[in-house]
């Protein structure tokens, strides 16, 4: 049996008449930039969430670092992030002259909470968790930090449309959430996408701003900003598929659930604490023969992959030091040699899932 990692075909099937002619629609009215498709999104992203503004933005990347800027973090200014996280998180620190603090992960791989305190300077302005995965970081905790020593907060939500922590959604809880809508994000485009969002008016007011040339009407530029817009086909992607979000994490939900099941007991499978909502934008094992697991269901046609291979402050870019960094994020560094994450969508099957759960157990239990 094959199973791909991700199969964005099935779900463009199941909304192709739509799809078809949401984009044709935009074609037609050549709303390519400036269109109203954009801010349609806007106001249907922002009514999801329950916050008072959204901005949409060319990428993900691009709405942590407008964020940031718009914060007026800059050259001298630190922010915390995870030692584990996709690169954007880190990249948009150093893209505005800022440095990343990177604080060792958990046993759920999210920022350690208990370890935020020690890594907090003089110099610290803002606190990026990633609510990694789909799983969301206990947010309630890391306010109560972030109140106490006057930092802001930013919720990196690329993977987690919709995940809850007491029933409250993620990206609600700081003074700002970023969003991606990258083709295999749990809401995705049919290209770069992404958003910001937040209760803050002027916060949202220089963020947008920022995200197209600094202006304030046209021609009227305020600051220098940079182009970072949403395009119209990508909006107009993105307002079909948002009706089905909440069925689509339905879907991952279950079958999470049912991957727990057939796994079994035996095996390592996602640490959720309670009081969370998963979105499972992944479903992440920890097999001690990783690297040979991985061999053997992709010999048996089952597309896996690991994320990350690497925690970001062993990179290249971060050190020249890596065992050094090793020891520095324990965790990270242990996680990263055993994780793999296996195919999850909502389109999978119970039949599909049996098949490399099976896989799983053999390998691993020889059964
Ligand atoms: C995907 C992702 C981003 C970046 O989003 P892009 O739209 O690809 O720029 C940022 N942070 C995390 C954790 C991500 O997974």
Redesign the pocket.
């Known amino acids: 049996m094959k199973i791909p990692f991700v199969d964005l075909h099935a779900q463009y099937h199941s909304l192709k008449t739509e799809m078809d002619a949401a984009i044709f629609k935009v074609i037609e009215e050549g709303a390519f930039i400036s269109g109203g498709y954009a801010h349609r999104f806007e106001e249907e992203f922002k009514a999801y969430l329950g916050l008072a503004h959204c901005v949409a933005c060319a990428?993900?990347?691009?709405s942590?670092e407008i964020l940031l800027k718009a914060m007026g973090v800059g050259i001298g200014d630190e922010v915390i992030v995870p030692a584990m996280?996709?690169i954007?998180?880190s990249e948009a620190v150093s893209a505005v002259g800022a440095k990343p603090l990177f604080v060792d992960v958990d046993d759920q791989l999210l920022v350690d909470i208990e370890k935020i305190e020690s890594a907090i300077t003089a110099h610290t302005k803002v606190i990026i968790p990633?609510h990694?995965y789909g799983n969301p970081v206990n947010m309630p905790r890391v306010m109560e930090i972030a109140n106490r020593h006057g930092l802001r907060v930013i919720e990196?939500c690329?993977?987690s449309h919709g995940a809850r922590v007491d029933g409250k959604l993620a990206g609600t809880f700081g003074d700002a959430a970023?969003f991606?809508?990258?083709p295999g994000?749990n809401l995705g485009a049919y290209g770069?996408?992404?958003a910001m969002a937040t209760n803050d008016a002027a916060l949202a007011d220089v963020a947008r701003m920022i995200a197209n040339h600094g202006q304030k009407g046209k021609h009227n530029h305020l600051i220098e900003g940079r182009n970072s817009r949403m395009d119209g086909i990508q909006a107009a992607v993105l307002s079909v598929k948002i009706p089905h979000l909440d069925a689509w994490t339905d879907a991952r939900i279950k079958n999470a659930a049912i991957y727990d099941r057939y796994l079994g007991p035996e095996i390592s499978k996602p640490n959720i604490h309670s009081g969370k909502k998963h979105v499972f934008h992944l479903y992440v094992i920890r097999s001690k023969k990783r690297d040979a697991l991985s061999a053997f269901l992709k010999e048996h046609g089952v597309e896996n992959a690991i994320h990350y291979p690497v925690p970001l402050p062993l990179m290249p870019c971060y050190t020249s030091h890596p065992e050094q960094a090793k020891s520095e994020f324990p965790v990270a560094a242990d996680a990263a040699g055993e994780i793999l994450s296996l195919p999850m969508y909502a389109e999978l099957t119970e039949e599909q899932i049996s098949y490399v759960s099976s896989l799983v157990r053999k390998f691993e239990l020889g059964i």
């Open positions: 990428n993900g990347t691009d942590l996280s996709w954007s998180t990633v990694l990196d690329a993977q970023s991606s809508f990258y994000k770069d996408a992404g």
